[in-house]
């Protein structure tokens, strides 16, 4: 692709207001060759994203409108291909907003080796249709910011907590994902933050491929079945 188109594709979009400096947003990372990380998937090309800060709500509707607006980028079809992830976490529910938007554009999910994902972040990580970290992955229970405050009502946050963990549960089997992921979440005190080892990722399948997007890319010739 020429450098001068190239050079203007090359701008940020902000998840949030430009006046919350704790705002995440979406940094246009780089446009990929048609392959197995970034098939174009009948598009003329594929890009992908840096998404970097906390997960607030509103996030998943304006990922939304960015895949929307980059349908037809100068001219060509194009699609998100991947997005690297870097967020210690934030809105449960958010995270698994965007991981369902990820999932209905076919988007796959990285974590730069020196980058981090934390906690909410590890439910949009969840929602590739393939999921390829090399930095750190942590988790731990999930919370109410309730919760946090002395004298809080124990019966109220006990029911809270099991719906929570319905929620997420449904998520991730939505997602194809082991439900053995909630398991060691709810096992991780929320004042502790575990990371997992790269055994502990692939068994709680945080790394590898969405079975069906696995075989889309072995009967397109992007990757060998073995």
């Known amino acids: 692709m020429p450098s001068t188109l190239l050079s203007k594709l090359i701008i940020p979009f902000f998840l949030s207001v430009a006046s919350s ?15 197995a990380l970034c098939p174009y998937m009948g598009k003329k090309m594929c890009y992908a994203v840096t998404m970097d800060g906390p997960i607030e709500k509103g996030d998943a509707v304006k990922l ?14 194009s699609r998100l291909g991947y997005i690297y992830l870097s967020s210690a976490g934030g809105d449960i529910h958010e995270a698994m907003n965007i991981g369902r938007t990820l999932r209905k554009n076919k988007v796959q999910t ?13 439910l949009i990580l969840a929602g590739g249709v393939s999921r390829l970290p090399t930095g750190e ?14 004298g809080f009502d124990y019966e109220q946050e006990d029911k809270r907590y099991k719906v929570v963990g319905q929620e997420i549960e449904e998520y991730l089997k939505e997602m ?21 080892t790269l055994e ?11 079975p069906v997007f ?12 073995e």
Do not use: W
């Not at 194809?176 to 997992?196: F, G, H, I, K």
């Open 64 to 77: 939304e409108g960015l895949i929307n607006r980059m349908l037809n980028m100068n001219g060509l079809s």
């Open 214 to 225: 696995h075989q889309y890319l072995v009967a397109n010739g992007y990757m060998k079945n």
């Open 110 to 122: 990285l974590v730069g080796v020196n980058d981090k994902c934390y906690s909410a972040c590890v």
């Open 21 to 35: 400096v704790s705002a995440a947003e979406l940094i246009f990372h780089d446009i990929q060759q048609d392959n």
């Open 200 to 210: 502990e990722q692939q068994a709680t399948s945080l790394f590898g491929f969405d």
């Open 137 to 150: 992955i942590g988790i731990h229970s999930f919370y109410s910011l309730a919760s946090t405050q002395k």
């Open 176 to 196: 194809r994902v082991s439900v053995r992921l909630l398991d060691e979440m709810m096992s991780t005190p929320a004042t502790t933050m575990r990371v997992l």
